[in-house]
């Protein structure tokens, strides 16, 4: 027998973070978009609209990345444990939560991965996050603090191979968040109902189906 | 002044210039500048009256003579006491004249504020730097940064990048003109216009030029950039871009549409192709060399220190970046896709994610 059980899985600092950040990339992906094309795309009206927003919205990304880093590191100790993948997870996690992804998953079965508040993310996710929040993020946030204030940071710009070196890197970092929104939101619509890893996500609890553990009387 | 007297020794002097080039001024100037060309030399009242005789070959006024403007010397001069007469700009330039008087500079100053007749140039043999420098005489850089940055974002990259005229005036078809700025080894100065010296014992070589242009077709290919840009490293030089307009005007005036970023940002990539170097000159001024069409567009290599947003963004570029985003957004498409069709084959609480 199988009964539902309401999980917290997600603290609140980490919903407020994550709240923050998708609409701060998401706003950062559009004012994007008009700064680099302005002369195809208009959204914000006035060119300089959309810079200052862009820069905003930088500048929320990156306090809420510290705040997010803080957090986890020293409040909820659980950094490394939640975002580091172990040797097992790359021999063997990885290729069997694709193997799920891509196949059995179309012929129903089970998710090889279950997720609990100590061990949230599967394999995949897991190797995924870490590039993300340890590699990509904090590339992206550097690389737009230097372009904020060219003139008086010359001299780092030089050295990191001049303003077009940084400014492709920048772009191209961001084609890559861009595209990882697309597979995260779908990805998240892969719960048991479309919604159901939405939720905890808003309100922090998750529900999930377990086996029963107390034995029956006919048994 | 006789104005026709004038129109005329001009006239005559402009079939000079054409038929017997500068060589037919040239005595009457020598019989002048063996005076004024000293250093020491003072006017009767006392004001300094000497023109430097390197900077003043090289106007387009040498070309005319000193007579055309100054055509009331006696043969007593300067004995006679009597100072010479002088010609005013708008005789020979008036449309330029006129065009500025109306303009909101107009009243401000006079064309020799910001015009020495015996240091003339034209903008395209001056570097920006000078071209800035002019305005600088009056208005205090610190103080310009300072009211630019009031609604200007990064408003001393964008005044290291223009020339003021490109928003201060009507001036109109715009290109990036591009020189070579170095700074003392080891310091932490601003770059500052390269001078041809540093540039002859970098090139080893007279024509400056070479030193970019390696095959002296008189055209930077992007080739030629990248290997240029490879060479400066570690050299403490850098190249430099600023928009500048070919077709000068004197209408200073304040511009609505200048305000507006998108004027500059959303001219596009089509608008940013042409482009020169602008090399120093041993006599003074500048020569510029044009450069492979839309060079400034490379990725990395061919300015690597020049980016306009917006305008000089790269196409190949663009291309993998649009590649991110499409791998991105096929994965839901594909997935979502398999994901319909195999619909029944899924129990509600076995396939979470």
New interface residues.
């Given amino acids: 027998m199988?009964h539902k059980e309401m999980v917290y899985m997600t603290p609140m600092p980490v919903r407020i973070w994550h709240w923050l950040n998708a609409f701060g990339i998401v706003t950062l992906c559009i004012t994007g978009l008009q700064?680099?094309?302005?002369?195809y795309i208009?959204i914000f009206g006035?060119?300089?609209a959309a810079?200052?927003l862009h820069n905003t919205a930088g500048v929320v990304v990156s306090i809420s990345y510290m705040l997010w880093f803080i957090y986890y590191l020293v409040v909820a100790k659980s950094l490394l444990k939640l975002y580091v993948p172990t040797l097992e997870d790359l021999k063997s996690g990885i290729l069997r939560q694709a193997y799920f992804?891509?196949l059995t998953?179309?012929?129903?079965?089970?998710?090889p991965h279950h997720s609990t508040p100590d061990s949230k993310f599967?394999p995949m996710q897991n190797a995924a996050y870490l590039v993300i929040m340890f590699i990509l993020l904090p590339l992206v946030v550097l690389s737009g603090a230097l372009l904020?204030?060219?003139?008086?940071l010359r001299?780092l710009?030089?050295l990191l191979?001049?303003?077009?070196?940084l400014?492709?890197t920048h772009?191209?970092l961001?084609?890559?968040f861009?595209?990882?929104?697309?597979?995260h939101?779908?990805?998240?619509t892969?719960?048991?109902?479309p919604f159901?890893?939405f939720k905890p996500m808003w309100n922090g609890w998750e529900e999930e189906?377990v086996e029963d553990t107390l034995p029956t009387k006919d048994k | 002044m006789h104005a026709n007297k004038r129109i005329l020794w001009i006239s005559f002097s402009l079939l000079m210039m054409f038929t017997l080039s500068a060589f037919a001024a040239l005595p009457e100037n020598e019989k002048c500048m063996n005076c004024h060309g000293q250093r020491e030399i003072k006017s009767i009242a006392g004001n300094n009256v000497y023109i430097d005789p390197a900077k003043f070959v090289a106007t387009t006024h040498a070309i005319v003579g000193c007579a055309s403007c100054h055509d009331r010397v006696s043969s007593d001069h300067p004995g006679d006491g009597s100072a010479p007469t002088r010609a005013t700009c708008g005789d020979c330039h008036g449309p330029i004249f006129d065009e500025y008087s109306k303009s909101l500079h107009g009243s401000k100053a006079r064309c020799n504020d910001c015009h020495n007749p015996h240091d003339v140039k034209l903008p395209v043999i001056m570097s920006g730097d000078e071209i800035n420098g002019k305005c600088a005489k009056c208005h205090d850089t610190r103080k310009t940064l300072q009211n630019h940055a009031k609604w200007l974002p990064q408003a001393e990259l964008h005044i290291d990048s223009l020339l003021c005229i490109t928003c201060h005036t009507g001036s109109k078809d715009y290109v990036i003109t591009m020189s070579i700025e170095s700074r003392q080894p080891g310091s932490k100065d601003v770059f500052k216009s390269a001078t041809y010296e540093e540039l002859a014992t970098l090139s080893k070589m007279e024509d400056i030029g070479r030193l970019i242009d390696l095959n002296g077709d008189n055209l930077v290919s992007l080739e030629e950039l990248r290997v240029f840009n490879h060479h400066l490293r570690g050299k403490n030089m850098r190249l430099w871009g600023m928009m500048t307009p070919e077709i000068v005007t004197h209408s200073y005036q304040i511009l609505e549409n200048r305000w507006d970023c998108s004027f500059c940002h959303a001219s596009g990539p089509k608008a940013m192709q042409k482009s020169f170097l602008a090399f120093p000159q041993k006599k003074g001024g500048y020569t510029r060399l044009a450069v492979e069409k839309g060079a400034i567009l490379d990725i990395l290599y061919g300015t690597p220190d020049f980016y306009m947003l917006g305008s000089t963004r790269s196409t190949p570029l663009n291309i993998v970046g649009a590649l991110i985003v499409i791998a991105g957004l096929s994965f839901p498409l594909g997935h979502g896709f398999f994901r319909l069709l195999t619909r029944k084959n899924r129990k509600e609480d076995d396939h979470e994610a």
Avoid: Q, S, W
């Avoid at chain 1, 998953?105 to 998710?111: A, E, H, L, R, S």
């Avoid at chain 1, 904020?148 to 008086?152: L, R």
């Avoid at chain 1, 892969?190 to 109902?193: K, R």
């Fill in positions: 199988k700064i680099r094309f302005p002369d208009n006035a060119y300089k810079i200052r992804y891509f998953y179309f012929v129903g079965k089970p998710n599967n904020m204030y060219v003139a008086p001299e710009l030089l191979g001049g303003i077009k070196m400014v492709g772009f191209l961001a084609c890559c861009t595209a990882f929104l697309f597979v939101i779908y990805l998240a892969l719960g048991h109902t159901a890893h189906t």
